[in-house]
Structure formats: structure tokens, C-alpha cells
């Protein structure tokens, strides 16, 4: 191994090590809406670089990469080119699957033809440091892999986004986690660990498989931006280790930087909802006493109703309006017509803010990104932290498509699912107008929300789109 580094020529050692500096000025250019786009491009000068350096090094078959290359960078043009932003969160979901089965065929190779990769001793055994990036990458591309496609099914639809207890969930996954902590252990110490061992590393092969998607199936909507950030991370490290096995700088370098960075986003994100990563990775938010609460809506309380006029009415006459954009402004595509609401407002001298809070929508980042599509400027996109305290002076809360994060329950019903999680104080404004499709339905924790009856709410029941394109036609109407 010392070796094989040795061998690679300085300047080679030196455009990793640029590629890695343009990946972690491409992280920090992606923290902040204003530098994202020099974000984006750091990271692809340096992706171009890493993967022109490798092709170098390694020419052989290069006609075969190069036209892989191809073919996998044309059908990623086409479904960028097609998709929705709304769809964004499945498909960052979808290629968290593909850099996780990148990993264990990457590891699968090695193993069935280790003197290829230069991983073998004097006498042909793997060496030990070898079983264990093989050992480790498989299972953590493997779990990577079938994990992001039960994520991708939740959240395209496909299958039902609340979570799916199975009977005997914690002993079945603390078993399966066992037996592959187990079995990689005695795969990586064994000296004879090779093709001659026969099943052990495809069994933990199917193992990992199997714990993928017994993780994820019980988790609910509600939590799948920690999901997201969590598989994010699990590819970062399968990735890492793969880097090792390849002898390649650059992998190890990006793999290390998006297994940090997702750990980090994961962290975050749990903070943001008052959970913790093991309560998370339990599943069942919303399960049990959700559950009931979502029963419990049967009954019909009584509610203020309004139209879009009312609202034009209301907003226009108003001196501050802080919207609350939630998943259902993103199911809708409602963003363009919120931006040029908001823009009508300006004009009106309303002054305008968008308040976010950290896991709405399916993925972290949702909204903010919804909200730049549309360019609404980034000065008055507010995070939850410095705008929760201006609530209960602003004259509107305008929340279009968010429920569980700005639901009441979660400071008051210790019972309720949601209970801990920081909320949007939308209700300490003096109206709050709040857009939904029908009064039946809850948010994806499965809690009804108190706002919806306040004395102080007005629901405007539609689809979001149609009901802020109806707010802006007010607006134009009432406005000269």
C-alpha cells in the first residue's frame, strides 16, 4: 500500500490535492444561497480535475471509460433537463442509491480479482487493511444503496411516505447490525480472507442489503430530511473507503468531506427538529400517538374561512407580512406566483420576509432552493432562529402549504409526536392566513394543527398555486 502511494508521480499527488481545495471551497460556496452558483462550479472544476487525472494515470481501456463517461453524463443531462424542483429531494435520494451500489461494485471487483487492484501480499492474500476497506465499503454501499431507494420510493410516491413498523423492528435491526458488525470483523482478521472463504462477504453483502431497507422503511415523511443528509453521509464514507481500495487520493479526500459534511447536515437537522439521531433512526415518527391524533380530526371544529380577495384586502393594507412557504408550496410549484405576490406587496409598501424553518419541505435546503428558482432576493429569506421573534409584531403570517412546522402542539401536548420540535410562532401574528387544500388532511407527522381554529386564522382552502395566482389578480385589481 505504502508503496503504490509512493508510485504516484508529484504531479499527480498535487492535482488531488487542488481537486480536494476546490471541493472544500465548493462546500463552503454551498452554505450560503449568494455563492452557491461559484459553490457549484469549484466543485465541477474539481470533480473534472480529479477524474482527468485518474484517466491519465490510468489509460488503460480508456476508449470503454470514456464512453461510460458519455453515457452516464448524457443521461444525467436528460434528467436534469427534466426535472421538476419539486422532484428534487427523490432524486438527490436516487443518486445517493447509485454512489452506494458504485461501492460495492468497486469492492466486489476488488475481491473477486484483488491482484488487479494491487491489494495482495507475496503470497496472493488480501492484505489485512485491504478486508477491511472491503469489508466496511461494501456494507455501508450496500446499506447506502437499498436505504436511498426506499427513500426514493417515499418520497416519489410510490410507496406510503408514513412510516411502515414491522413486527419486532429494533430486535431485527439490532440483529442484522450484529451479525454484519460480526462477520466483517471475522472477514478482516481472518488472513485467509479471500476467494477460498467463499460466502462470508456476499453474506455480508445481503445483510447490508436487508438493513438498508429495514432502517428506512419505518420512517416517516417528517423526518426524511434527516434521512436525506443521513444517506448523504453513509455515500460519503462508502465512498472514502472505496478511495483506498482504488489508491486514490481524490475519492478518499471527497468521500471524507461529504461523510463530515452529511454527519455534520444530520446533526443539524436533528437539532432543528429537538430529536436525536438514534430516536431518527428508531423510525416511527408520527406512528403511535400521531396516529391517534390523525384519528381525532374526524371530528369537524369550527374555522374561519376566506377568499382570495379577503386576503388580497388584508396583506395590502397590512405594514409587515412574514411568509411561511412549507411542502405544499412545493407540490403546487406555487413559488413564481408567491414571489410576484410578494413583489406586489413591496409596491404597496408592505414590507415582506420569508421565513424558513430547517427541515421543511423533503430535504434540507428545500425551500431555500424553491425560493432562488424563483428569485425572490436572498435579504429577505430569514432562517427560524432570526425571524421567530418578529411574529408577534408583524401585522400577517402568510403560510402556504407548512403544518407540522408551525404547528403549536410541538411546545405544549408532551403527547404529540411532534412535542420539542422548534416551531415557526406564526400564530403570535395578529392574522395569520393560512393556505391549504381541504380541512381533512394533517401534516406528515400526522398531528392536527390548533392554528387552523385560532381566532385570529383565516384558512384559504385551495390548491396553493390557483390561490396565490387568485391573491396577485386582487392585488392588480385593488391596487391603483
Known sequence: MEHAVAATPAWAVLAYLASGVLFILSLRGLSSPETSQAGNRNGMIGMALAVGTSLVLHPTGLPLIIGAIALGGGIGWVIAQRIQMTAMPELVAGFHSLVGMAAVLVGCSAYLNPSAFGIVDAAGLLLTVSRVELGLGIAIGAITFSGSIIAFLKLSGRMSGSPILLPGRHILNLGVLAGIVILTGVFATDATAGMSQGPLLWIILGLSFVIGVTLIIPIGGADMPVVISMLNSYSGWAAA???????NTAMIITGALVGSSGAILSYIMCKAM???FIS???GGFGA???GAAAKGTGVQKPFKAGSA???AFIMKNAESVIIVPGYGMAVSQAQHALREMGDLLKKEGVSVKYAIHPVAGRMPGHMNVLLAESNV???E????DDINSQFAQCDVAFVIGANDVTNPLAKTDKTSPIYGMPILDVEKAKTVLFIKRSMGGVGYAGVDNPVFYGDNTMMLLADAKKMVE???KGLNGGGH
Not at 241 to 247: D, E, K, S, V
Not at 381 to 384: A, G, H, T
Request: no cysteine; net charge negative.
Open 241 to 247: 473507503a472505496m478511495g483506498f481500495t482504488l489508491q
Open 274 to 276: 429537538n430529536r436525536s
Open 280 to 282: 431518527v433512526i428508531a
Open 288 to 290: 403511535e400517538s400521531g
Open 309 to 311: 380577495e379577503d386576503a
Open 377 to 379: 432576493p436572498y435579504d
Open 381 to 384: 429569506v430569514f432562517e427560524l
Open 470 to 472: 387568485n391573491i396577485v
